[in-house]
């Protein structure tokens, strides 16, 4: 007993494990027969299952599109019927104009038909339009009974009325008395200015505030972006060539002041003198007024230096007499040279001081400004942030109170929207009706939101889903009539253009065997209708109306009506399918190239190892030991390296072989076939075990040991080898990286590839397609590898596992 | 009978060897090297293997081998030489490839500034109203002569494409034509008639403009030079103001002898020279180098060359490379551990429940459990990436995380550590049904009276586990342990399929991701042109990654005695 026990658990936990384990793939199959949008849905799993994605990619039907092009190719004699005789090319004409008549007459059949369910609904719902409407009154109820709560104390709902009818404007005051709110609320409004108002107003001011700092900020920093960068230019400037400079005229004047300090020797001199002391006065003067610029560091100290020796030479030398000494001769020179560099340097150097002085003085004052507007909003801020919390804090306490002011509101208008609805009858008020719960529902998620108690607030919301109904009813009425108006008008249009069409077609057909290509001007303008008017017109209402269909098989409060939702659903999805655009898909023609490839390479690859895989077994030859050995160490190189050499080679062979050539199943093929001795091993086993003895006496009979191979082993050998093609077959087939480099068109991918572009690009979020392509190539390889598990099973683990 | 059959096969033979001798000379006339050896060298081998007795016994290889040398001995050895040369994006082409089109291609060409300039007459003859592509020219020189340009010969072709083509100029003289009012209307060559069309001086041709420039021009003309009796080459350029001249052209570089410094000494060698400046140009790292005005170098074409084993040093000294390669060959050892880690817990863990004698329905659970193997790898990749792993539309992110959880989306494709939990989840999916499989059948080959034994000696539940099972499992199970690591170690579908390898590691040169293991990430290099082709840096990897892996199967068949049960 406690062992069963004890399994019945394990059981439980075993079949949770398998169906958490195969959710992709139960995923995978359930995904491939949903009829929506699988990726948007909100929902994992859907009702609404269709085959479509199967037949779409493996049974296309050729829908009008696809026919008006078929008929645009025949008429204009082009590929694929350009090689056809004429008598064909009429014949297939004729029937490609008989299914464009059939789609029409389906597509008004459908029409009739969803007309018919829909005028049943109508009816329906009128006839029941009491019952209905009595079914929204006690949801109604429902929810009035749902939505009581508690009244807090006087004090807080007062408080909670001052500001609800002051911040929210959501109450007027005359309005209260009509709820049922009794309270003095007049006599809590300092109070609540006290508590709440105030510091409201005041945080609105300071937000105010705060934006008008940052507005000034943001100009300011403009220029602060400007001064920076000019002082930052002017001062390299200053640094690189003024100071310099400077420095080596504060050298000169040294030297200079140096000459005329020294006692004067004897040796006299002839001094042609002539303006260079108004020039050094010049000069000074200037230097004189640079000293009053404001510049910082060590660049003012250059500036001070030089004034300072030129004051000192001034003064020298104007107490100076001997001026006819050598001393002061060279003395005067120097001064020349000086003069000569200075002048011009020095009132460059005025200007850009003085405008740097003016562009620092500026920068310091903007960025010093500029942090301190920052400073200033940063704690505007943190003070707002505190503010607030602050403020919701209090505001919180007043929740309960606003609660239940706004549920009495509610109630309010659920009673008046109970005594509003009585006089309603469906159809024909549904506009009203709609109109009206759209006003309730604003009015609950208004209340709702003061309202923390999420169960208390879901359960509210599963009462108010039991009315989307109406919603979704009006929206059929109103996309359907008009779907079913367009379409209506779409059709017989149609007609019109396809008898045109199929008046001219002949004729057209004729003239362009002859030469003379004529496109037939009704063809061109049914195609672009079909194509672009019918997406925009129709299929939008079309597409709206079926999921309010599909929806309503779930929402609609009655279940009489779900056979109808479910007919109309379906016959329209199916009236979509005549008229959309569709894109052509290559399954088939994928699954064909995987079939081939796979095929041919298993076959060959297993013939190969069949024959190397025999004299390993029988014989005794050098190489033996470690033949096989080396080579499954050889295949140890990534293969994938392989393409390299062998996409050159490829392409030269292609040049002269074009079927072995790159982009061909050839070339794959050739490639593949580089993918030995992995299953040598497995063969060589098999045929160790056949008895040599059978051999041995063939031999005795005269046979040679090619024949004994060919005519005894081999057949010996032959369920093995079957297993090694189809594993070879199963592991080609499922290779994607090698044919993904070698395939390029679309027609000529394998299955693998194919399906890789199904989940890429454009088709991301498409599916539908997707998980059917999958599911198409997964079925028969799970089912092959399944019955051939014991022998994979053996494969993998024969080249390792002794015994 | 036996003696016609031999001749059979000896003339077979001789064909066959004709044949491939034939074919080895001309894939070596191309280029094919290494293919060309290998088929020498095959050729030799087979008629060995035929001819000499001793030797039967490879006769039965002789498919194999053929297929063994072409198709894996010779890209390995391909891949060996390219591992060790600058092969890739901007290194295609061989020296002398390179050389024939510096000399020839149009594109190397200038307008000197004495050119003159030629009018021109485009003739188009007309299937009914439509004009076809089929033209004749005439060129009319600065004396007012006329020309017909003669037949176009293909002096170069590239995939059956002309690249370059030449015509000559042949004296109106000799050719039939039509006049009205003194003006050649039409032009009748070869019983063909072909009407007067464009001419870029005649406005009243300007409608025929687009159609000369689209299908006439740019597709034929712009390659073809037109040679005029004083050797002159001629050739459509765009001028200033768009529209297309006829001009004297000069192809841009020459072979000619120049003086070049070489290891110290100067030596007088053929080079390229830039035709305009007259200078040599400079042959550095695979690259031909010209200058431009201002002397500064300037890349023209490269070509392979050998770079030593740069490809392989690069790997240790090159920061922008070494930095994400440490983390790719980290992480894939760390990928390829954890999955076999992972895939054997689990799938241990379902062996031994389902080993359990009691349980009924095993063959079903085991069947389903094998299904994730069983589905084709790829198919299984794509369905998680897609249905699952999409950080958007995926199950897991809108239907676990933000229904279940409330959480947000979790950035399966481009977090770093979400890919790599992501790739791991799938990976673990994947493998542990086999890992179950080898598992249940090595549990159910211990012997059952072990465990009796122990039991009678009061062993308990883990004890019997730990001392029994465990080590007797692994004795089984650790050669396939080594070899799933091998396995996953290049497991390249799954990481490609599933996050591509991304995302992708910032601050490098090459197109490293997070998720890239090395076989990804060379597939990357050599096959994704986002950053360009490096074949040659592919290539070392590749080798690199051959030794990993077949160090590790060497081991493992060692270990396992897989070599001695070959002789048996």
């Known amino acids: ?803 | 009978m036996g003696k016609l059959w031999k001749i059979v096969g000896y003339i077979f033979l001789a064909l066959f060897n004709a044949f491939s001798i034939w074919g080895a000379s001309f894939l070596f006339s191309r280029g094919f090297y290494e293919l060309s050896i290998t088929f020498f060298v095959l050729v030799f081998l087979i008629d060995y293997f035929v001819l000499n007795k001793n030797a039967y016994p490879y006769r039965y290889m002789i498919p194999a081998v053929i297929l063994l040398f072409v198709l894996v001995l010779y890209p390995i050895t391909f891949t060996i030489k390219t591992a060790f040369t600058n092969y890739g994006t901007g290194h295609i082409m061989t020296r002398q490839e390179v050389v024939d089109r510096l000399l020839t291609d149009p594109i190397y060409t200038y307008v000197p500034d004495d050119a003159k300039n030629y009018d021109y007459q485009i003739f188009v003859r007309y299937e009914g109203i439509e004009p076809t592509e089929e033209f004749k020219m005439i060129v009319i020189n600065e004396k007012g002569e006329k020309y017909l340009v003669g037949n176009i010969k293909e002096i170069r072709v590239q995939a059956g494409k002309m690249i370059l083509g030449e015509a000559e100029l042949i004296p109106m003289e000799k050719v039939e034509t039509l006049k009205e009012d003194g003006k050649i209307i039409a032009i009748i060559d070869d019983e063909k008639t072909y009407n007067y069309f464009y001419s870029p001086n005649d406005k009243e041709t300007a409608i025929n403009e687009i159609f000369f420039k689209s299908k006439i021009a740019f597709p034929i003309l712009s390659k073809v030079e037109i040679v005029d009796n004083q050797r002159n080459r001629l050739s459509l350029r765009f001028s200033e103001d768009g529209t297309l001249k006829l001009v004297q052209i000069k192809h841009l570089y020459r072979m000619a002898l120049s003086e070049v410094i070489e290891n110290g000494k100067t030596v007088v060698k053929t080079t390229l020279v830039n035709d305009k400046y007259n200078r040599p140009l400079l042959e550095e790292n695979g690259t031909f180098y010209d200058f431009n005005e201002d002397g500064e170098k300037v890349p023209i074409l490269g070509y392979i060359s050998t770079v030593g084993g740069k490809n392989f040093t690069k790997i240790f000294t090159d920061p922008t490379v070494s930095g994400p390669f440490t983390k790719i060959f980290l992480w894939n050892f760390t990928y390829a551990a954890l999955s076999v880690l992972f895939t054997f817990i689990i799938g241990l863990l379902f062996a031994l429940v389902l080993n359990n004698r009691t349980l009924g329905g095993k063959a079903i659970y085991r069947t389903l459990l094998i299904i994730p193997w069983a589905i084709p790898a790829f198919i299984s990749v794509l369905i998680w990436k897609n249905g699952f792993f999409n950080e958007t539309y995926g199950v897991i992110n809108r239907f676990i995380v933000e229904n279940i959880f409330n959480g947000n989306p979790i950035k399966w494709m481009t977090n770093p550590f979400w890919a790599k939990v992501a790739v791991l989840i799938v990976n673990t999916w994947l493998g542990f049904p086999y890992m179950m499989t080898v598992s249940l059948g090595a549990l159910q080959s211990i012997p059952e009276e072990l465990y009796e034994a122990a039991s009678i000696d009061g062993a308990s539940k883990s004890q019997r586990f730990w001392k029994i099972t465990f080590p007797l499992l692994m004795t089984t199970i650790a050669p396939l342990l080594v070899g799933s690591f091998a396995f996953n170690f290049n497991n390249f579908v799954n990481i490609y399929l599933l996050t591509s390898g991304g995302p992708a590691i910032p601050n490098t040169t090459t197109p490293a991701g997070a998720t890239d293991i090395l076989i990804s990430y060379t597939y990357k290099l050599a096959f994704e042109a986002g950053r360009g082709q490096d074949f040659g840096f592919a290539s070392a990897i590749s080798i690199l990654i051959f030794f990993i892996v077949a160090g590790i199967s060497f081991v493992n068949f060692r270990i396992s005695g897989s070599f001695e049960e070959v002789n048996r």
Do not use: C
């Open chain 1, 1 to 803: 007993m406690v062992v069963k026990r004890k399994n019945w658990i394990t059981h439980i936990i075993l079949i949770i494990l398998v169906v958490l384990i195969l959710f992709p793939v139960v995923w995978v199959v359930s995904t491939s027969l949903r009829r929506d949008d699988a990726a948007f849905s909100s929902k994992l799993f859907s009702s609404r299952m269709s085959l479509q994605n199967y037949k779409d990619l493996l049974f296309p039907e050729e829908n009008v599109l696809r026919l008006l092009s078929d008929i645009e190719s025949i008429t204009t004699n082009s590929q694929p019927y350009d090689k056809q005789p004429v008598e064909s090319l009429i014949e297939k004409f004729k029937s490609d104009i008989v299914n464009l008549k059939k789609y029409s007459q389906e597509s008004k059949d459908l029409i009739k038909e969803t007309d018919k369910e829909y005028s049943y609904i109508e009816n329906f719902v009128e006839e029941n339009s009491e019952k209905l409407i009595q079914g929204i009154k006690s949801v109604v109820e429902d929810l009035t009974n749902d939505l009581v709560i508690k009244k807090p104390e006087d004090e807080i709902l007062a408080i909670a009325i001052n500001s609800l009818i002051y911040d929210d404007k959501k109450i007027k005051e005359r309005n209260l008395e009509d709820i049922g709110i009794d309270v003095d609320y007049g006599n809590y409004k300092v109070k609540w200015q006290e508590e709440l108002n105030e510091k409201k107003q005041l945080i609105e001011e300071m937000e105010e505030y705060i934006k008008s700092l940052e507005n000034k900020i943001k100009s300011m920093k403009k220029d602060l972006d400007y001064y920076q960068e000019e002082y930052r230019r002017l001062e390299l400037i200053l640094n690189e060539s003024i100071i310099p400079q400077f420095e080596s005229f504060n050298k000169t004047l040294e030297v200079a002041y140096n000459l005329l300090s020294n006692k004067s020797n004897q040796i006299r001199a002839i001094v042609s003198e002539k303006t260079e002391y108004e020039d050094f006065i010049r000069i000074y003067n200037i230097v004189e007024e640079l000293k009053t610029f404001k510049i910082n560091g060590e660049n003012k100290k250059v500036i001070d230096k030089l004034f300072e020796n030129m004051t000192n030479v001034k003064l020298l030398w104007e107490g100076y007499t001997e001026k006819n000494s050598a001393n002061y001769a060279d003395f005067i020179s120097l001064i020349k040279q000086f003069n000569l560099k200075a002048l011009k340097q020095i009132k460059e150097s005025y200007n850009l001081l003085s405008k740097f002085s003016s562009v620092e003085n500026e920068y310091l004052r903007i960025s010093n400004e500029y942090t301190l507007l920052s400073n200033k909003l940063n704690n505007e801020k943190s003070k707002i942030e505190e503010l607030k919390d602050e403020y919701e804090n209090i505001e919180k306490k007043y929740m309960p109170g606003k609660a239940y002011v706004m549920s009495k509101v509610v109630e309010n208008t659920l009673n008046s929207f109970v005594e509003k609805i009585n006089g309603y009858s469906l159809p024909k008020d549904i506009n009203k009706l709609y109109l009206s719960i759209r006003v309730l529902n604003r009015k609950v998620n208004d209340l709702l939101y003061y309202i923390e108690d999420s169960k208390f607030k879901s359960s509210i919301r599963a009462d108010l889903r039991k009315l989307d109904w109406v919603a979704t009813y009006r929206n059929l009425i109103k996309r359907y009539e008009k779907f079913s108006d367009d379409a209506k008008e779409f059709v017989e249009e149609y007609d019109k253009y396809v008898a045109q069409i199929e008046s001219t077609g002949i004729n057209a057909i004729y003239s362009a065997k002859n030469g003379v290509k004529v496109r037939i001007a009704a063809l061109l303008q049914l195609f672009t209708k079909v194509q672009s008017s019918y997406p925009a017109e129709i299929a939008s209402n079309l597409g709206i109306a079926s999921k309010a269909a599909a929806d309503l098989m779930e929402q609609f409060p009655l279940n009489d009506l779900d056979k109808h939702f479910k007919n109309i659903d379906e016959k329209l999805f199916r009236y979509d399918q005549i008229w959309k655009q569709k894109q052509r898909h290559y399954l088939w023609r994928w699954i064909f190239n995987s079939v081939i490839v796979a095929g041919i390479v298993a076959i060959v690859t297993t013939l190969v190892n069949a024959l190397a895989a025999y004299p390993f077994s029988r014989m005794r030859f050098k190489g033996r030991k470690y033949g096989i050995m080396s080579l499954l160490l050889i295949q140890m190189f990534p293969a994938i390296m392989y393409m390299i050499a062998l996409y050159g080679f490829l392409s030269f062979i292609g040049r002269y072989i074009p079927w072995l050539g790159l982009n061909t199943l050839g070339g794959l093929i050739f490639v593949y076939l580089g993918n030995i001795a992995f299953n040598m091993y497995l063969i060589k086993g098999f045929y160790d075990t056949i008895p040599s003895s059978l051999e041995e006496a063939a031999m005795i009979d005269g046979a040679t040991r090619w024949q004994t191979f060919w005519r005894i082993v081999l057949p010996l050998a032959s369920p093995i080898l079957a297993v090694v093609v189809i594993l070879t077959f199963m592991g080609t087939f499922n290779e994607f990286v090698l044919a993904k480099i070698i395939l390029q068109d679309v027609e000529k991918y394998t299955y693998a590839v194919g399906l890789w572009t199904f989940s890429s690009g454009p088709y991301e979020t498409e599916w539908g397609l997707f998980s059917a392509a999958a599911l198409v190539g997964m079925l028969p390889m799970v089912i092959l590898f399944l019955s051939m598990q014991k022998y994979l099973v053996g494969g993998l683990t024969k080249g390792s596992v002794k015994g």
